[in-house]
């Protein structure tokens, strides 16, 4: 199994920037997290992305299609306004888990609006670092039972 | 560790109705895996509550407050008009993950909007079953790195 | 057949108060005409359930899946409110029926909507008592040609 | 007693299209059923008119002012949209059934509002030929204990 | 100077219908009104027309473009709901006064809004019978100063 | 008969200002009309006042409850935004006509709504100066006939 | 005279949770204060109920249309999503007083609305435990002058 | 193939009014045109209706399901308030196409939504007499091709 | 303890003018009432001040800021549109008492929303001159007890 | 005449993803048969660009301003959230036609509403690749015209 | 060239009150750093006057328009709710620059919008004291340069 | 002092396009003045940055939080869209400034709301080039005094 981990925008400043909202951890050691999780779930590999900007983002998952099993992803603010990255994830119709964070819940209003979830699996959020693990676990154990 | 697990109303018929929404699994079944997880991580242990009504819910988790050490909780229809729920979470303070078998952002406009996930640590949606399985690693996570 | 009748909430002071609204008759005096109409209908046997609790109302219609073959219900005020009762009837798919003593469409406008009607093979409201009749005319009609 | 009973636009295409929606039976068969009940109720006799056009059935309600003791009306489309119709019905004020063959609360958004229900008795939907039939029981015990 | 005095649907029954809201003079001593007051004013004679039907009133709205100098239009409830009467009274660009016997800002909600006053001189509306009889010399004083 | 004809905000500026919009007549010459047709009607004086000033139109509006016989009104800004002055006028409760230069159903979204026309007898918009006597004629009538 | 203190969900929490919200006084407390008042006030006795359940409020309502002759009542998170209660308020017709404890208009924008209010004499909100004391001597002073 | 060209309210007024708007051209020399490409695509017979009046063009599309086998439709102002011409056409299940002369999405906020648009192929609006005739070959396309 | 009594619009009208909703005391009374209370209370004297004029009420506002240790405010129809006096109270931060005479929350829509009650202390509505007591004596409570 | 035609986010996957929406065909053989109605239309010659990135298909805006005559665009999902394509197009002030394949308003309610067409000539949505050479044949007549 | 320098209501207590939002500076200070930017942009003289009084800022807009060549305002609370100020600085025609201390975007939902900018040149708002300098020269730069 | 100067979509287009409406000034000029200006002021430098593209903004941004002490920033059309560019001014936490050439509030209402201004300390709009300048200087004032 192979899966692609998108990161959407401002995520490369991760622990540099308002650890109280986002928590102290980088987007580095996040992956390394993910990589030892991989390692412990056995039988999948992933492959990293980060970007600023839709379009390349886009381009990742469509990529994605001949080369991967799923997608974990972290769309960030395109959460709520990208309708374009939303039909890509409709287009390659690969299983994806969207994750946050943070509990988008708690914040401004315009974050409590998701388009790319209707198009996930599922969606977690709330849990730092661990809402990707959790993640990377719902992902795989959707293609193992597939 | 302990941890009270509510599951709101109608869960109960889980997996003998409406499969195409909720999946095959029962409520028991979904409490067994639990139990097989707690005994996975070590160190915690589980109590289980189901009701159709709101303010036997609400006892449950004002009795909580004493005896758990964090809450998992999938408030079912509740989630979307229930501010007496939402403020029994708020006033116990404990921990608490919010968890739904389906992904609700693909269903009813009604169910887009969770009045108690702003008082929750997190959300998990969309996974069936393993929604809860994901949502007791997030909580025991929480708990022992709090 | 039997058919359950379901009365919500405040329908137990029915004839005694707010007649302007509500008409005259009491409940047990719809529920004897209701007795009455079945016996001309023949071959099919009532029972009655009044709460003012919704998880009571959610356990009786929980209930009725095993043992009846249709449900007529007067949700009153959770009508408008209640996802929890909506999603019971929707979960144990028997056929429904939704009455109302008075035209909710001349009332207050959270009045207009019904949460529960979707669910529902149809809604009757405005004729007082005779509302009940007809439902029950109705549920026999769809049962007997099913 | 005589009543007007009166179909909206596209009600004259009954039965040859969208049964999936609104049934098999056609006008004819649903004035028949009618006329028959009518015998069977006893003391009332019945009118029928069918119009694509507001205005006609605007006229038709006015004529029946003096001509008739009630109205049974499937305003179908023009149900959300004619204020015309509703202060017709209001004007004459005649005792007024609203029936509908579909569950309108089942389908688009635009169909769960009626601008004519409030200025009627009652409203009945959702059980096909069975809605008039129910709706005509409903008008002829009003007018008869009036 | 012509006029067309145009009256919308149910404008017909009135005087005999809901005098409480719309007085008890009937159109044909309106229009008499009318045609006294324009015998007073000099110079000007009116016709009369009054369709139930949408379509009627633009076709006459219509043909009043060769034939007549302004327009005095009740539209009634098609004030609310008639965009084609908006665009028929746009296209022929003859002045035009839109009336309403009664105060339509005390009305429902839905009475509150007009589609076709932005396309007319002016609104009268509160004063009954004498909102036409305003609206003609309206009409008249702005022809003559036009 | 004694009326009090009442200016809002800005309408001392009449003539000077915007023609496009409110014509060129001043205030002076509107109240020298008024004055000539309260001549020409017989019988009624009138006393004019003009204030940017809120709390002066209220207290106007209060001292005229004695000396006045109705009230002539043009509101201008404060028509969309002063429950102050239609709680003045429902609590005098003189009779009252509120009148607009401009078309009102023409401009920005904000001057569709009025918050003092339900409290008046009617509204007469869109005939500049013209609407002022109008609206002298509507308050004569209905006094006179009162 | 007899009156009915009735306190709605997680109001058994009070003085042991939230204290920056809802102050540090027990519930106890408050009903001894109350008690205090009663004797004070002279004439009156009171009975007290907490319930986190709708329906059980509900109940309570209905028994003290017999037994008392007001209702002193905090719906707390009720107050903003139950329409039974409202009915039930309605429908025993006891004058009925409103408190909070906390300024709801600073709060949560759905914490504004109330739809018990509008069935009550009045509503008393933000004066910590004194709202309760003051909504005694409100209902205490209306039933006196009754 | 035998298309029906169905105009809506007020077309027949084009090129005599607001050429602004809808251009110059006359809806007679529209139609010529739409003959010109009839014959031009060959093997395609057109009949033309325009009526002012809502029923009349629903009367003309019922027709129209025998005897055609497409429809071209400008439903003008109907486009934006008429639920029973959708009805209509989504009853008589030919394919449609809807047309508009004008950019409806630069006019006015009402004129941005098509209640028939969804129960049409597809919508062409903007190029004046030219959107026609790319609606002719669109609905020629689609039915040669089904 | 000093306190400042403030009365917004029209309530100079008090006792005169519409009693079925303002009750028929006047303002002398109430001011009576208030001094009789303020006696019984011990240690507070009271100045009132009532305008019709927006600007005059925040003036008495500022001036409150040295002389007075609290506000007791009805701002009748500001409370509903005057962010102004909001600002002004939030500025000079004294504590401050909200009350209405009559309950809004029965009355019109914008009624039911308060811009000067998130900045009080709380409000109190619905009990006539009693509001204004109880509204007296929970500001003497609070300035006593902070 | 040299026209760009403009390709949006996920166009590129056209034929191979989602046909039930967008059909079989390829972006590819859409740009063949747009270069097969070019030379049958003559005189006009056609460049291709798709980006899945905002500002390329900004910048590729731009720089049609100076080698191009006309804009082919499909906007795709930034039809609908894209201000700033919207401002590029308006910039250039070339004369541009908007196509879909789908018929969007059959579609998510988001996708109802188009930033870019108010701006544009007209829209075309619906007949797939049709879409697109009906789009060319107006933008060619339209410049031919022009 | 004069310019009048305007101040809304509440900006007398600046300095005094709630420095966290407005900043420290009185504003006399304000007024002397205007006196001395004036100075030192040279050629142009001020005058000042601050009213919590929504009449007398229209009154002295009003005044303005002969005596003065521009219009530096900060309408405060009046920003949002003042159509009146809006029509007077409409009428003046003047160039008028608008100004606030605090980032209204980032306070309540009601100060995000601002009836008076549409009809300024521009607006200011976040800088404190340095959005009066900032306006001063952004109204000096526009006169000197019409 | 450094300062970003951040130019957004379509602003390298100024001065060749739509001048009635962004001026006649180009992108060159503009930061011509702005060095002109950053001279005079004395110790600051500007780097400058045009992008159509979002990701691109974002970037620059980022590298600006190392780089320089502040960002005076147009983001033109992403100012209403980019929850994104938002993220990116919040997390680098540097002083930010935001320009717009025209008065965003007297045109479309999709252009009245600005995501990036409540993360900016303020924001200046409806100058020309002088919105740049007067930013510029607002920034230089703020670095110096913090």
């Known amino acids: 199994m192979n899966f692609l981990v998108l990161h959407g925008p401002n995520l490369n400043l991760l622990g540099k920037r308002e650890p109280q ?4 951890v980088t987007l580095a050691e996040i992956n390394q997290e993910l990589e030892n999780l991989a390692l412990e779930l056995g039988g999948c590999t992933l492959s990293f992305f980060q970007s600023n900007t839709e379009g390349e983002l886009i381009n990742a998952i469509q990529e994605a299609s001949t080369a ?5 992803i972290n769309p960030a603010a395109y ?17 994806c888990v969207e994750v946050h964070l943070s509990n988008v819940h708690r914040r401004e209003e315009f ?6 979830a209707p198009v996930a699996l599922g ?24």
Chains 1, 2, 3, 4, 5, 6, 7, 8, 9, 10, 11, 12 share one sequence.
């Not at 969606?123 to 597939?146: E, M, P, T």
């Open 21 to 24: 909202i986002y928590g102290s």
């Open 111 to 116: 974050r409590h609006t998701s388009l790319t």
């Open 123 to 146: 969606q977690i959020c709330g849990f730092g670092c661990d809402s990707y693990l959790l993640g990377l676990r719902a992902l795989f154990n959707h293609v193992k039972n597939a």
């Open 79 to 95: 959460t709520h306004t990208s309708i374009a990255i939303r039909d890509a994830l409709s287009s390659v119709r690969l299983p």
């Open 68 to 72: 991967c099993d799923g997608i974990l």
